[in-house]
């Protein structure tokens, strides 16, 4: 990473003195159609830009070091000085969570680092940069200000920048303008501009080549990896839809163009490098399924289109399971699933698995070569060109053709390749072994009793069985389902606005009250995060600390000046949230533990609804660990939509103040555990809602979930057992108390201390005092039966 300072300061004597730049040497592929594209730019003429011009260039970055380093230092050599005067150009590169983190520049450099102790994806880092550049961005009259996308992994060439301005300063309008694209490893141009398809839905390039094209041509987008746009209409329109990757680009230059206005284009003349978007993709199935529609709604398509475009990724998982990567199918049927339910923020929902890893070139030749004499091998000449671009495959493929028996695999009509793929289905596989591409075709199901896949993302070895076909149908009658529910939901940009204030109503205020206890650093993580987050970065916050040993409180005088902090002399456990609501200025209050943080994006969206909702006491968060994106609640997935009368609670709660307080907030006599599903039940029996979103998830690094105390095991099941005798009618908590304490020690396993804590626990719960509950409260026992059948269907008992 020292190589990254020196960029770091290269930029600096770059920007701040003007001074005559050299231009990047690319090395050009004679037969490449870049060749004329450069060498006629050398005489073209020079590029004029008047008037004063100032640019920050944002560049997301996630352990990319390397690729970050070139980019830099093309940004270095970038030409700002013009015949019509100086640009300034400004660099902030957003850290998504890099290892180890990008370190910060020398000091005066016009380079600055923000980080993220998470990886926001794309959009959330351009979003991250997005926000710190404005945020302290003096306006001049005088000046012309620009934000410029560029990825990590892009390389531009020394005038692409002027070019780019020149463009927007010459038309006032366009909103914003990206240059063609090349291939870095190829050197031809594959995309200049982008379009959403009025039929399909489908996102693609506008022209594959800038032979022929005249001058400036408007397009319905500009992939990010390279675009200007002008700071006054990302000030009006807002930050980028938080997508994560794909599809967040094209929905928000639909966006832009629609509220004001002016167009985005593509110049010709300018010039980018970047690596092909139609590579084989694998996890990114997920995303580009589940956000395509934000695109096709944005572009103002029909609910046909959006079930036309669903059926298309019921087709490419159809082909993944028939070619064996039942893997991919399944991220195809999640990204249809979280896209019906409207769930199409942030990262991927919990339970999105992780793709089969690639095999080793290793792996693959000692398939080939380990084949039994006589054994029949298929190669793909689709698949032996791909051997002939990427040297990882090309001994496979040679060492393939190379085989006694070695046969092409034909092509033809699709009518042609079905019915051979019926017979081979039927009759078996007329190869032992074929070698295809990864992305695969009707010509190649059931080619061979094993498929070798090739892609430039990977290779994968698969064995399709007769059952794929079974699964397939599977498949299909699942995505038809959900394609029907997509193109019956509300329009995307419908979704995420703000729902609509209820007569009389007004905005709701926040305040945000964390409890923390020996937890510095996750503590400080807790606030960094809630920094990150435009709702909650200027709401007042309160950290009511439980007496730490650990210096916390020193550490939040310190690193969050503007906290609120009460100390604490003694360890009061849940009663310290009551202490900090009391406290509270706000009409809402979002209670977290000290490990955990709301997924950016939620909040405004539940302030929205209980603006919306004067019904509603409360909205609850599903907790979900940021790392193995295992939720804790899972009887969560037994649901498909939102609900108003959510049983129970977690580390991550909005509830109106005025409601906590007629609730009594969390019941002192709790101490610990089971105080927010009491919580909730008693919001329910005093006649208020409680909403749970499955898609509102807030992130917890609580590691509670992987050991329980003895301490847990009795005070868990003895406040369970207050929780039923106070929310339970007749059967139902008496079923309620059994069913906890048998599932206690079900937990307790082969610990004989957790038994026995358990049953302390247990008969103090039963035969103690029960706490008595709010003034007001009608319990029926509804809250409780709720939650019970709930947790059966997610055990398979309902």
């Known amino acids: ?19 005559p730049v050299a231009p990047v040497r690319v090395e050009i592929d004679p037969s490449s159609e870049l060749r004329g594209f450069i060498e006629g730019r050398e005489v073209a003429e020079p590029v004029k830009v008047s008037a004063a011009v100032r640019v ?67 959009s959330g880092g351009f979003n991250l940069a997005m926000r710190s550049a404005l945020e302290d961005w003096a306006r001049d009259e005088n000046a012309a200000d620009f934000l410029w996308l560029v990825d990590s992994d892009a390389r531009v060439l020394p005038d692409t920048l002027a070019r780019l301005v020149e463009t927007l300063m010459n038309d006032a309008g366009l909103a914003g303008v990206g240059p063609a ?30 032979v022929g094209v005249p001058g400036v041509e408007a397009c319905d987008y500009v992939a990010s990896c390279c675009l200007l746009v002008r700071r006054e209409c990302v000030e009006r329109v807002g930050l980028m839809p938080d997508r994560f990757i794909n599809a967040d680009d094209a929905e928000w230059c639909l966006r832009i163009a629609r509220e004001t206005g002016r167009k985005i284009a593509v110049n010709p003349d300018a010039l980018a490098m970047h690596p092909r978007f139609d590579r084989f993709p694998t996890w990114q199935r997920y995303f580009g399924t589940r956000n395509a529609f934000g695109a096709i709604d944005a572009k103002g398509l029909s609910r046909r289109v959006r079930f036309r475009h669903a059926m298309s990724c019921v087709a490419k998982a159809i082909n993944q399971t028939l070619m064996g990567r039942d893997d991919l199918a399944e991220l195809h049927m999640l990204g249809l699933r979280d896209a019906s339910r409207g769930a199409t923020t942030g990262p991927a929902s919990h339970d999105v698995p992780r793709p089969a890893p690639s095999v080793s070139t290793e792996e693959l030749r000692s398939v080939i070569e380990r084949m039994p004499e006589g054994a029949l091998i298929a190669v793909d000449a689709e698949a032996a060109a791909l051997g002939e671009l990427d040297e990882r495959w090309r001994e496979v493929i040679e ?28 009759l078996g596989p007329t190869a032992d072994v074929a070698v295809v591409p990864a992305a695969g075709a009707v010509r190649h199901w059931f080619a061979g009793d094993r498929l070798v896949c090739l892609s430039e993302s990977g290779a994968w070895i698969t064995r399709p069985t007769r059952s794929a076909v079974w699964r397939a149908a599977g498949v299909l009658a699942r995505g038809t389902g959900l394609a029907a529910k997509i193109a019956m939901r509300a329009r995307e940009d419908e979704a995420m606005t703000p729902a609509p204030i209820a007569p009389g109503a007004t905005a709701l205020t926040l305040s945000i009250v964390v409890l923390s206890y020996n937890r510095r650093e996750a503590l400080a993580k807790t606030l960094e995060m809630l920094r990150e987050d435009a709702t909650t970065r200027d709401a007042e916050v309160i950290v009511v600390d439980n007496a730490s040993s650990d210096g916390s409180p020193a550490m939040i005088r310190e690193r969050f000046p503007r906290v609120n902090l009460i100390e604490l002399t003694t360890n009061i456990a849940i009663a310290g949230f009551n202490r900090g609501v009391e406290a509270a200025c706000g009409d809402v209050v979002l209670v977290l533990d000290d490990d955990s943080w709301p997924q950016r994006g939620v909040v405004e969206k539940a302030l929205s609804l209980l603006v919306a909702r004067p019904d509603l006491a409360a909205v609850t968060l599903l907790p979900v660990h940021p790392e193995m994106r295992t939720p804790e609640w899972r009887f969560a997935g037994v649901i498909d939509a939102a609900r108003g009368d959510w049983p129970t609670m977690g580390c991550a709660n909005l509830v109106r103040r005025a409601d906590w307080l007629a609730a009594g907030g969390y019941d002192e006599s709790f101490f610990l555990y089971r105080n927010d599903t009491d919580l909730a039940l008693k919001l329910l029996s005093l006649g208020r809602g409680v909403w749970f979103d499955p898609s509102w998830i807030a992130w917890h690094e609580s590691p509670a979930a992987a050991a329980k105390s003895a301490r847990w095991f009795r005070m868990a099941t003895r406040n369970w057992m207050w929780l039923c005798r106070r929310h339970g009618r007749g059967a139902t908590g008496m079923g309620a108390m059994l069913l906890g304490w048998l599932w206690a020690h079900r937990l307790a396993g082969a610990s004989l201390t957790s038994h026995a804590a358990a049953l302390r626990g247990a008969l103090r719960g039963m035969m103690g005092v029960c706490p008595e509950g709010p003034r007001g409260e009608h319990a029926r026992g ?13 055990r398979g008992l309902g």
């Open 1 to 19: 990473m020292s190589d990254l300072l020196d960029t770091h300061g290269e930029i600096h004597d770059a920007i701040a003195p003007p001074r």
């Open 56 to 122: 920050r260039a944002l560049v997301p970055c996630h352990n990319r070091a390397e690729d970050l380093a070139l980019l830099l230092s093309d940004l270095a050599n970038a030409e700002l000085v013009t015949p019509g005067g100086v640009m300034t150009l400004e660099v902030i590169i957003a850290d998504n969570a890099s290892s180890p983190a990008i370190p910060g520049p020398p000091a005066g450099s016009m380079v600055r680092v923000v980080r993220s102790e998470t990886n926001l994806g794309g």
């Open 181 to 210: 694209l090349a291939d870095p490893r190829t050197r031809v141009v594959h995309e200049v501009g982008g379009v959403i398809d009025p039929r399909s839905g489908r996102q693609g390039p506008m022209l594959k080549s800038t």
């Open 399 to 426: 060492a393939a053709r190379g085989r006694p028996g070695a046969k092409e695999i034909a092509g033809g009509s699709r009518r042609a390749g079905l019915f051979a793929a019926a017979s081979r289905w039927l």
């Open 782 to 794: 509804e809250g409780l039966r709720r939650l019970l059948s709930l947790q059966r269907r997610a």
